[in-house]
């Protein structure tokens, strides 16, 4: 099973909101991301989690806070967002973070900051 | 510092045709290749990788690609095109000392003419 799965789909958060957005993978992967992408653009990288513990922070504001609760979970905790934060929020996962495994995505969920 | 170019936005091809969605790469040492293709609303998919060994690599749906060291290319292909494989495709490359890191392309957006 190939599977990452991510809710919520779709999420309507104002600015003053806090909401969290998961993730949850079954394969045995010990590395897990996620991403920020805008319509039509590649991906940005935002945090990259190894073995439960993170490993990459890309300078993200700290409105955005990730969490690994544990080896198949990922949340990513959303506070006071602004408009510009709309965008497609990607997890993913793979074997481990090394630069030769590929990486699997999830569905993604659809935010937007009103 | 790793790049990769996609020089092409668009590509348009009638089906039944062989397609080519070209990727051209910039990086130093040994690069480690992928393509992941993103159909509307959904994350991405892995189709294939370049890892190392022969340079013509299979992978998902009909697809491959040919690394060439020589011009730093590694174009995706498939011998004839369907309606369905109309979507957004990314060419990304990484490294051994990027831990994880994939650097993509801006995307080109194949369609598929019945």
């Known amino acids: 099973d190939t599977e990452v799965t991510q809710t919520p789909k779709h999420l309507v958060m104002g600015m003053t909101n806090k909401k969290s957005l998961k993730c949850e993978q079954h394969?045995?992967?010990?590395?897990m991301y996620w991403y920020k992408q805008k319509a039509k653009k590649p991906p940005e990288l935002m945090f990259v989690?190894?073995?439960?513990?993170?490993?990459i922070n890309e300078s993200v504001p700290s409105r955005f806070s990730p969490e690994c609760p544990n080896s198949s979970l990922l949340n990513l905790h959303l506070h006071a967002l602004q408009p510009e934060d709309s965008a497609l929020y990607l997890c993913?996962?793979?074997?481990?973070?090394?630069?030769?495994?590929?990486?699997?995505f999830g569905p993604g969920t659809r935010l937007t900051v009103t | 510092a790793q790049s990769v170019a996609q020089p092409e936005d668009q590509v348009n091809v009638a089906e039944g045709n062989p397609l080519t969605v070209k990727c051209t790469y910039s990086?130093?040492?040994?690069?480690?290749l992928f393509w992941y293709v993103q159909y509307p609303n959904r994350g991405l998919q892995f189709l294939l990788k370049y890892i190392t060994g022969d340079n013509l690599v299979k992978g998902s749906y009909g697809f491959e690609a040919e690394f060439n060291k020589s011009q730093t290319s590694f174009h995706l292909k498939k011998p004839t095109a369907l309606v369905s494989a109309s979507a957004l495709y990314f060419c990304a490359v990484s490294r051994g000392s990027t831990l994880g890191r994939l650097y993509f392309g801006r995307g080109t957006q194949l369609t598929v003419w019945p």
């Open positions: 990086v130093s040492g040994n690069p480690y």
């Open positions: 989690y190894s073995y439960e513990k993170l490993s």
């Open positions: 993913a996962s793979s074997q481990e973070v090394s630069s030769d495994s590929e990486q699997y």
């Open positions: 394969m045995g992967h010990r590395a």
